[in-house]
């Protein structure tokens, strides 16, 4: 959970709101510690599937593991805001660009970014919702909330021009704190990988 | 006082090297008997039905994850895995091919052109077929307790030795059948397979291991 205030003022089609005192859900908490999704990746056509299995260690800390349906782990990562440590990859993954792709993938879905900026909330009329802007030193973070329940609709990865790069989408089981339903798109190279809670 | 510190030191010692191997299991006494006895019941073995239940232990999560399904197995080198829970996923090894079947998406891999593949393949049809006693790719240590013999392969291959530490067969000592199967990553995480409902022998027809 954050709060934070900011000015008002209009950025691109969207008008920056006070959202002093507003606090939003964590996508894991300590209450939901380890989280299993079944995990289908299809990059430049070609299709694998596996479990992806994290487990939030505390609040600036995700430990990740993915393995085969039948067991076979092909990587297991340790983020944080500032970091990656491989514990561990197949042979066959010793690609840095893949696991640094995917460990990035991770931490914004785990919200583990480290932003150089205070958040921004935005309102745009087109958007129900709520949206916080935070940005790194490269990228343009915006999160999309819904009104009532305050739970993540969507995370979109901007580059410093606002060119859209990856769109995380989230759905949710009635009453569920945690998505269940994860759709990761990236716009700039064939990678689409889709999670379902298990 | 010096025999007091070396008798526990021994009690020690045995202690540790009781738990370095599987609990209650103590070296074979005739492995010589049990591989004749293993080849035999191998040559006579056409196929194999049966359910499984799958534990992963990821030392990282506080609960193992289990999944089950149906396992068969036709002579020579048919493998059909297919999960029904949590999710449906259906794995065939059929003459060099491996299919999955995940969802309506069906892939294809030649386990010649894929050396984990065919290591996967090479493991799971020489275990069933018993080759996997003469193979050079595994250094075999044989264990036994009332009910069972154990099996603990240690891959040779370099690629190998760094996914998996020590696969264990565990084999019931009346129907010379596989029973566990568990595959130790050198991290300590495991993948342990639990054959049951075991059926051998019965006719398997040949289209259950094509995926369309």
Redesign the interface.
Known sequence: MFSASCAKKNIQNFTAVDCVGKSYWKLFDDKH??H?Y?T?VTIYGK???G?L?L?QVNDTTC?A?F?T?????FF?LLITPVKDSV??T???MSNPAVVTAIAKDIRTFALLNKFATAPICLKQDKVEGEIVERKTHQEVYRYFYKEHSRKLNQIQVLSDRLKPKTIFDFAYATNALIPNDVLISHLNFKLKIHLTQ? | MKCTALSLFLLFISFIAAFAQDAGFKPMKDVAGFTSKFDAASKKLTSINSDFVQEKHLSMMEADIKSNGKFKYKKDNKVRLEYTSPFQYLMVLNNGKMYIKDGNKVNKFDTNSNKMFRQINDMMVSTLRGDVLHSKNYAVKYFENETHYLLELKPQEKAIKEMMQTIKIQIDKKKLFVTTIQMMEPSGDYTKMIFQNITQNAALNDSEFMVK
């Not at chain 1, 349906?69 to 782990?73: E, F, H, L, R, Y």
């Open positions: 510690a380890n299993q079944k289908e299709y694998f599937s479990i299995f487990k430990r593991a393995t349906v039948p067991g076979a782990k297991e514990i561990y197949i042979p066959q298990l």
